[in-house]
């Protein structure tokens, strides 16, 4: 009788998803994501400033909100590496500390180049390590509201492309570039004080013995018997196979190759996602410079990013719950399927005009398909994958990204 009191107490203890503190872990990924995925938007208003203090090309100039959002999204394996070995918290920690190092490099660069390194690098890795830490463990934190979970915290991101372009533009009225990426630089340490939010999940059934599996077990023997017999013969074909093995076990823990070749849905929604990706950063690097440069005044045309996550914030937590319902369970595809060909086809309405009335109409119909994509992106990506491999597929899934979100604006500079 006692034993089945103290299971039914382990059963309530083992259940700290949906509630308590994991509703402060989600305010935490609302203003993490915000300081992270939305801190891109704001580089368009620096580029006139940079092309000119730097005497740099389209191209040129692109390359450095290029790099950070490709590292943004490729940093991945790293990032999983750090949350396997030290938790979600050390993982966003260190990340807010990387970004504000490197804003704060940033304002003493002499050179373009030398802002790929700070700016680009250095600041894309640590955003990237904060905010995927930062969604994986909403993973763990919450089962049954997951889905209003990741689109809330999605609305961070459209907080972030509201905030930072005004905020940007003001301080580069008032103080210039290099005194803003200095300001950016204290405010992106606040990446860290999310983190600490993010304290460890303890389940009770982590905490009981459990005894081994036969065929683990067997495995382990046999490694303990090849390790023996190489010990022994130490053959240089057995150590070339042991040193593939392991090569392989890394790829499979961290990248999720195995995932990949064995998942369609998987395979498919990665190459899909991001062939998607060429082109989806491009309004918040050009937009800006767009606009200006078709006669638009600065405030104006910073005011359209604005627009985009000022609707973000209102949409992103509808997508969510809509997306949340029943009739749409192991449907999500499908709406993020939509909501990324309306992303695409609103960008012909730049082609109609330049004036501000015509490119806020292209900001509302944008920011309504990215509000989509946006809250759908990783709840998708955990319907396709199981939640204890998702740290490893989303590794892979945001390196490919990067691949297309690198080549993306210099190509189009």
């Known amino acids: 009788m006692s034993q089945g009191g103290g299971a039914a107490a382990a059963r309530k203890a083992a259940k700290p998803q949906d509630q308590g503190w994991a509703w402060m872990v989600l305010f935490a990924a609302v203003l993490l994501q915000g300081l992270t995925l939305g801190f891109p938007s704001c580089i368009g208003v620096f580029f006139k400033d940079l092309q000119h203090e730097f005497q740099a090309s389209n191209s040129e100039t692109s390359w450095f909100p290029s790099i950070m959002v490709a590292v943004l999204h490729g940093g991945g394996p790293l990032c999983s590496i750090l949350v396997k070995r030290f938790g979600c918290r050390f993982a966003v920690m260190l990340g807010g500390l990387l970004s504000s190092v490197g804003m704060v490099s940033s304002s003493f660069c002499k050179s373009i180049s030398q802002l790929y390194l700070t700016a680009g690098l250095i600041t894309g890795l640590g955003s990237c390590f904060s905010f995927q830490a930062g969604v994986t463990v909403l993973g763990y934190y919450f089962v049954r509201w997951r889905t209003l979970a990741n689109a809330v915290a999605s609305t961070g991101v459209s907080l972030g492309f509201m905030l930072w372009p005004l905020l ?17 630089g204290g405010i992106l340490l606040n990446c860290c004080v999310c983190g600490a939010i993010m304290r460890p999940l303890q389940l009770a059934s982590e905490s009981a013995p459990q005894s081994p599996k036969p065929g683990r077990e067997a495995e382990r023997s046999a490694e303990a018997a090849q390790l023996s017999n190489g010990a022994s013969s130490p ?5 070339q196979q042991s040193r593939r093995t392991a090569c392989s076990q890394a790829l499979q823990k961290y990248l999720a190759f195995d995932i990949f070749c064995q998942n369609k849905g998987y395979q498919i929604y990665t190459i899909g996602v991001a062939w998607m990706m060429m082109g989806f950063a491009l309004p918040h690097v050009y937009l800006v410079p767009y606009a200006i440069q ?30 949340g319902h029943r009739v749409f369970t192991g449907r999500r595809i499908y709406l993020f399927s939509l909501a990324a060909l309306l992303y695409g086809l609103s960008n012909f309405i730049c082609i109609i005009s330049a004036q501000f009335s015509v490119l806020i109409t292209y900001c509302i119909i944008l920011s309504i398909a990215m509000s989509g994509v946006g809250a759908l992106t990783f709840q998708v990506l955990m319907d396709v994958v199981e939640m204890d491999r998702f740290s490893s597929a989303l590794g892979l899934f945001t390196i490919l990204e990067s691949i297309t979100l690198l080549i993306g604006p210099p190509l189009t500079g």
């Open 168 to 184: 940007s533009q003001y301080l580069l009225d008032e103080m210039g570039w290099r005194n803003t990426f200095l300001i950016f």
């Open 235 to 239: 053959h240089p074909e057995l150590q």
């Open 294 to 323: 078709n006669g638009v005044e600065e405030r104006k045309a910073a005011l359209l990013i604005s627009t985009i996550g000022l609707i973000n914030i209102f949409i992103r937590p509808f997508t969510g719950l809509l997306s």
